[in-house]
């Protein structure tokens, strides 16, 4: 089976731009999460999509959002783009929606935000 | 709230000699414990978690993690190091009343020497 996979790999933007990033989860798996991992705060939980709802949502602001397709793939935007932004964004799917399951990673998109 | 505490920013091991990675939890039900690897550029690894049942959980490449709910703590072992074990190492926990998000650690870093 092809694991998770993230585009676009790297991205460049500039301030006040707004992005998009795409993940497709592992065939059959119906659970993506997002988080960010930076330096400086380490790996923090964004938000959890199933069957094309959200689940479950962690400390960010609004200027974060997602969304899931009803084949599975997800999409997550940030608008009006801060440099702390810059960061590898990490995208995990899972085949049920249950606490010991276990979620797998993609690669990551990697922002940079100048 | 769930959190994770990985004490050690770094641990240093010979090739060869046992690698131990430490873990500490707090979760306010059940834990579910996992162990991630990431190597550079690149996403996390799954390398094996703890639900329920025996203490001593096996996982990829050798590792192998051990449970004490006294000390409440999940410390990642090998026995036997190598330099290709040389990577970032994330200890994450779950509950019920987090659904489905992973609250990580701040990492240790290994450095495996030949």
């Known amino acids: 089976k092809a694991g998770v996979t993230q585009t676009p790999r790297y991205l460049i933007k500039t301030r006040g731009q707004q992005v998009t990033l795409s993940c497709s989860p592992i065939s059959g798996h119906r659970s993506v999460s997002w988080y960010q991992q930076t330096p400086g705060q380490g790996l923090q939980f964004l938000f959890e999509y199933f069957s094309e709802t959200q689940r479950n949502k962690g400390n960010f602001p609004g200027r974060f959002s997602g969304r899931q397709f009803s084949n599975s793939r997800s999409e997550m935007n940030v608008s009006t783009l801060e440099l702390g932004d810059s960061a590898l964004y990490l995208c995990?799917?899972?085949?049920?929606?249950?606490?010991?399951?276990?979620?797998?990673f993609g690669p990551g998109t990697r922002l940079l935000v100048l | 709230a769930q959190s994770v505490a990985q004490p050690e920013d770094q641990v240093n091991v010979a090739e060869g000699n046992p690698l131990t990675v430490k873990c500490t939890y707090s979760?306010?039900?059940?834990?579910?414990l996992f162990w991630y690897v990431q190597y550079p550029n690149r996403g996390l690894q799954f390398l094996l978690k703890?639900?329920?049942?025996?203490?001593l959980v096996k996982g990829s490449y050798g590792f192998e993690a051990e449970f004490n709910k006294s000390q409440t703590s999940f410390h990642l072992k090998k026995p036997s190091a190598l330099v290709s074990d040389s990577a970032l190492y994330f200890c994450a926990v779950r509950d019920k009343a987090a659904g489905n998000k992973l609250t990580f650690g701040g990492g240790t870093r290994v450095l495996v020497k030949p």
């Open positions: 979760v306010s039900g059940n834990p579910y």
């Open positions: 703890y639900i329920t049942g025996d203490n």
């Open positions: 995990a799917s899972s085949s049920e929606r249950v606490v010991y399951g276990t979620q797998y």
